[in-house]
């Protein structure tokens, strides 16, 4: 389904009696109509103003980590579902004003029959849209084969097989386009569910890891300008713009712990809004706490491929051995 | 009231007027999974609905 839907004015009247609800809600800052409702706050906030509120806060993001600099090539990983399209319109609206910075994509086709065919081609559609350049791999290209054919028989396994050879993919798709940044999609619910499974494995180095200021040359820094932007929003933004496409779930995503922890967290930020962004404010203290305490890994490189990694062996060369037997 | 459900299925129903928040509730969703549009209108969750709107829910696909 793609939705036209502007939030633009019914003519509805607001019911206006001291213990009835309003049948349309205000924005707090001009009150129009208000299409969102941030319930940890209590604000509401008609199109124009919810749209400049995201595009702002993104900026803000950006700004305040030191994410783009002028001269930055920002590549962005877009697999042209919701959240990477919406990163995608909200940082072509935002660089153009930016010194020197230059924006394309890159996307991956992992090879995962009935879910990927239609998000690469919203991709391409968007890509055209903006006049961007944009490049293509696929797991078939990279290893021989697809996502599908890989996992038969261990589909349990499916994020962590996926998140290897996405990563490595990447990294290879970003490199060829010349990237000084990879940009990515993730939005606050999936920083907050990183955080919690983090915490719920005990992993604290893992937790405290960035991936956008440790790479020290070993990768290309990966940048989140989304984090602070929940899935709601970015669909209510898409929405707004007639840009939503009701676009498949991946089939795998029912395997994963991601999924238990997704559903916990979207009952707790129900009952308590504000759950997600507190989780997100948790983990810059734990950072903070343990700047310079915690034992660097040393840098190694994987003696069968060369790459960094911190064993012998980096996680894809042990990978490709389990695919192959 | 007319129902779309995310599955595109419709129902018809009179429980207006009532919030929107309760409507989803009531249908079975967690609001922050879904937003909710009102005669072609996104509305937030404390809008209310009445007997005569249509209301489409539109579950938020997790990924992308």
């Known amino acids: ?325 | 009231m007319k129902i779309i459900l995310p599955d595109k299925s419709c129902r018809d129903a009179g429980p207006g007027p009532v919030t929107v928040e309760t409507l989803v509730r009531d249908l079975g969703f967690d609001p922050v999974g879904v937003i909710v549009a009102r005669n072609g209108t996104l509305v937030t969750e404390d809008a209310v609905v009445e007997n005569t709107d249509e209301v489409r829910i539109i579950r938020i696909a997790h990924g992308g």
């Open chain 1, 1 to 325: 389904m793609r939705s036209g839907s502007s939030g633009s004015p019914t003519g509805d009247e607001a019911v206006a009696c001291d213990d009835v609800p309003v049948k349309t809600p205000r924005c707090d800052r001009c009150s129009g109509p208000a299409v969102f409702h941030d319930k940890k706050t209590g604000r509401h906030l008609c199109r124009e103003h919810f749209i400049a509120d995201i595009e702002k806060r993104v900026a803000d993001t950006i700004r305040s980590k030191n994410l783009i600099i002028p001269g930055d090539h920002v590549v962005i990983a877009l697999s042209g579902g919701k959240d990477s399209t919406a990163l995608l319109m909200i940082l072509a609206r935002l660089l153009p004003s930016w010194d020197s910075v230059r924006l394309s994509a890159v996307t991956i086709d992992e090879g995962i029959a009935g879910y990927r065919e239609d998000t690469i081609r919203s991709a391409d559609r968007l890509v055209m849209q903006y006049g961007l350049d944009h490049a293509s791999i696929s797991f078939t290209e990279l290893f021989g084969g697809t996502l599908d054919a890989f996992l038969k028989g261990r589909e349990p396994e499916a994020c962590s097989v996926c998140g290897i050879l996405r990563r490595k993919a990447l990294n290879v798709a970003a490199d060829r386009a010349g990237a000084t940044k990879l940009a990515t999609g993730h939005n606050l619910d999936d920083e907050a569910q990183s955080v919690f499974m983090n915490v719920l494995r005990g992993d604290l180095p893992r937790l405290v890891r960035d991936s956008g200021s440790d790479s020290k040359g070993r990768f290309i820094p990966r940048i989140k300008p989304l984090m602070f932007i929940s899935e709601k929003e970015i669909a209510v933004y898409l929405m707004l713009h007639g840009a939503w496409a009701d676009l498949p779930e991946c089939p795998y995503a029912v395997h994963a712990l991601r999924g238990e922890v997704r559903g916990m967290l979207a009952s707790l930020e129900s009952k308590y809004p504000g759950t997600m962004l507190h989780l997100m404010e948790s983990k810059t203290r734990i950072e903070a706490q343990c700047a310079g305490r915690l034992e660097e890994e040393p840098v190694r490189h994987c003696r069968e491929c060369g790459d960094s990694c911190s064993g012998e062996i980096c996680q894809l060369c042990t990978l490709k051995k389990t695919l192959s037997q």
